[in-house]
């Protein structure tokens, strides 16, 4: 069972809708990684946390510590946006441990 | 800058023979990482090394090998290339500090028949 659990697997969305994605993990980390993989294969970081929140452009990244649970938002979703969206947990060595991804399509 | 740069980006291999997948990088990042990316799962770390000159497993080292021949360029090696290892693999680099990002190189697609 993998210790990062991504939700949905994959996501279906029309152009302009808000998009949550979702990941759970099982114990406590020093840090949570929201990546993004384009269909070319490149696996780009997107954000950072260890708490609260993080805004960069359309993109929304919350943090819930207690509850071990984080969020990808994504606002005005555009089909430039489909792609595979990665959560990586950090816990206190110098590894992450990654979720399965949840697989973006976002149609005009 | 570069990042972490990845060669080759493709390859072929025949059932036992060997090849070595090249990365580097220009962050001066002490921690480097090589993962192997399989349909339905996570990235599954193969080797990682946390400095120049020390290396360790990861979660699936069976049938590699790999060199951190400096502190820019660490190589993962198969001796005996097997179907098992098809796969996508990607090198990474970072800092052993939980506040530090990862930086990821663009992949090598490799297929052994």
């Known amino acids: 069972k993998n210790e990062v659990e991504q939700s949905p697997q994959n996501l279906t969305a029309q152009e302009g809708e808000f998009i949550t994605i979702n990941c759970s993990y099982s114990?406590?980390?020093?840090?949570l990684h929201w990546l993004q993989q384009h269909p070319g294969g490149g696996i780009v970081s997107l954000f950072m946390?260890?708490?609260g929140k993080k805004k960069h452009g359309r993109l929304i990244a919350t943090i819930n510590i207690q509850e071990k649970h984080s969020s990808l938002h994504i606002t005005a979703s555009h089909p430039r946006d489909s792609a595979v969206y990665i959560c990586a947990v950090r816990y206190n060595t110098d590894k992450l441990i990654f979720g399965t991804g949840t697989r973006l399509q976002v149609f005009p | 800058n570069a990042g972490v740069t990845q060669t080759p980006k493709f390859q072929v291999l025949k059932t036992g023979q060997s090849m070595t997948l090249q990365c580097a990088q220009d962050?001066?990042?002490?921690?480097m990482y090589w993962y192997r990316q399989d349909p339905g799962m996570g990235l599954r770390l193969i080797y990682y090394s946390a400095s120049e000159g020390t290396t360790d497993k990861g979660e699936v080292p069976n049938g590699y090998n790999v060199s951190r021949l400096n502190k820019r360029e660490f190589s993962l090696r198969l001796e005996s290339a097997a179907p098992s290892q098809t796969s996508v693999y990607f090198c990474?680099?970072?800092?052993?500090?939980?506040?530090?990002?990862?930086?990821f190189g663009s992949g090598t697609r490799l297929t052994v028949v």
């Open positions: 946390l260890s708490s």
């Open positions: 962050m001066n990042h002490n921690s």
């Open positions: 114990v406590g980390i020093s840090a």
């Open positions: 990474a680099s970072s800092e052993a500090r939980h506040d530090y990002g990862y930086t």
